[in-house]
């Protein structure tokens, strides 16, 4: 597959709670309406999301885990996003445990994940992108 095709690949798995679930649903849904496709593959995709789960010492694991395998197998040209409830409550620190994370969104800005995408492809700096909501 071309590196451009690549490029409006998504690759997501959702792990966790049925909210999760329904959460990565909806955010597949909006990307298939910006014109990004659905791929099983993580290598034929050039964003791979991670929508975590914080709930159980469990579920935190299996999601640090997950997004660790994808970091170490991930190209240059691929972007790497922490969602979900472990992200938001824990941002920090799973970027800390993860290296190559390039954004953090957070579970009430699932919603903004195809500009969250855009932003993330302009962003020149090392350092990854945290999309939370501000605290109330």
Sequence with gaps: MSKQK???????????????TVDSHSMATLLGKAGFGSTGEADDAGVLIVNTCGFIEAARQESIETLRELA????????L???GCLSQRYGPWVVEQVPGIDGV??????????PF??????????????????EA
């Excluded at 690549?6 to 999760?20: A, E, M, T």
């Excluded at 855009?118 to 501000?134: A, C, W």
């Design 6 to 20: 690549r490029k409006k690949q998504f690759h997501l798995v959702s792990l966790g709670c049925s909210k999760n």
């Design 72 to 79: 170490a197998n991930k190209r240059p040209d691929q972007l």
């Design 81 to 83: 996003i922490a969602a």
């Design 105 to 114: 969104i957070g579970t009430r800005r699932w919603m903004d994940i195809v």
């Design 117 to 134: 995408i855009h932003q993330l492809r302009r962003n020149k700096k090392p350092e990854p992108i945290y999309h939370l909501p501000d």
